[in-house]
């Protein structure tokens, strides 16, 4: 029993104390450059960008594939990065195969294609439909890296559609691929029923991941915060950037005191780097 607590004690260190690579001048270029938003600088501080992609093993020529990019906070780094480097950026949209695809998904995917089709800037940037039922996110074994951020939580709730989503990261990596991970953690609190308060455990997403053929191969703690009380009462959403004031569906509250939650600033995060083995 001595020797097994040993071992796993050694894994446990070896995973914590794997070294950050150099960040390439390319990566600091895109970070620093004109073509980032004034909205998405501003929350450098609270999301790393450098020494997350670095953790993460972005190197030049990969096929990076981001989940959800939501307002193209990565994409405004990742798209440049991959023109600069001779690599692939590819992000996922409303799956348009989908018959029951909203009109206002349509809308979005649209807007977000016009937003970044400035191929100046950006390069050639890939679409792949995304969503309950849509397909494979690209051929077996052909992307580098696939990013999700802060998108766990929303699959969590359906178990069926959290295998689904993982599978398909799974299948899309090449042998040796990594699955890059941040997340809203809940630990060292439990995780709220229905996972109503945006945080998840590690083990939850560790889970998950291993499921469908991952192995957990670093974390890093580049994005924790250690003032978020993960308590607030709308959840993570009662903090930067979302804000929230009300309950949902409600309109905003103006006269909720917002001073303690914008003092905490965004959530404390888990960053996890998974790998495909073979």
């Not at 001595?2 to 004690?9: E, F, G, P, Y």
């Not at 998405?40 to 030049?60: M, S």
């Not at 930067?240 to 509250?253: C, F, I, L, M, Y």
């Amino acid at each position: 029993m001595l020797r097994l607590a040993s071992a796993a004690a050694v894994a446990l260190s070896l995973v914590a104390s794997v070294p950050a690579q150099a960040a390439d001048a390319q990566l600091q270029a895109a970070v620093a450059g004109a073509q980032r938003s004034d909205a998405h600088k501003a929350r450098d501080g609270a999301r790393h960008p450098v020494e997350t992609l670095t953790f993460w093993g972005l190197k030049p020529k990969q096929t990076v594939i981001e989940i959800s990019p939501g307002s193209g906070y990565w994409t405004e780094i990742l798209a440049p990065y991959a023109k600069a480097t001779g690599g692939t950026y590819v992000a996922t949209a409303a799956d348009l195969a989908n018959p029951s695809i909203s009109e206002a998904a349509k809308a979005g995917r649209a807007a977000f294609e016009a937003k970044y089709a400035d191929a100046a800037k950006y390069g050639t940037i890939k679409y792949v439909g995304f969503g309950p039922t849509s397909g494979p996110l690209g051929a077996p074994g052909s992307a580098d890296m696939v990013i999700t951020a802060r998108n766990i939580h929303n699959w969590a709730t359906q178990p069926a559609l959290l295998e689904k989503v993982m599978k398909d990261f799974h299948a899309v990596l090449k042998p040796g691929g990594v699955l890059a991970v941040e997340e809203h953690r809940a630990d060292p609190k439990p995780e709220a029923p229905g996972l109503s308060s945006g945080y998840m455990s590690e083990a939850t997403v560790i889970a998950a991941a291993e499921k469908a053929g991952f192995k957990l191969a670093a974390k890093s703690e580049v994005n924790a915060n250690p003032k978020d009380t993960k308590d607030h009462p709308f959840g993570v959403w009662t903090l930067p950037p979302t804000k929230q004031s009300a309950a949902r569906g409600q309109p905003a509250n103006p006269s909720f005191d917002r001073a303690k939650y914008d003092a905490i600033g965004e959530s404390d995060r888990m960053t996890l780097r998974f790998v495909k083995a073979g």
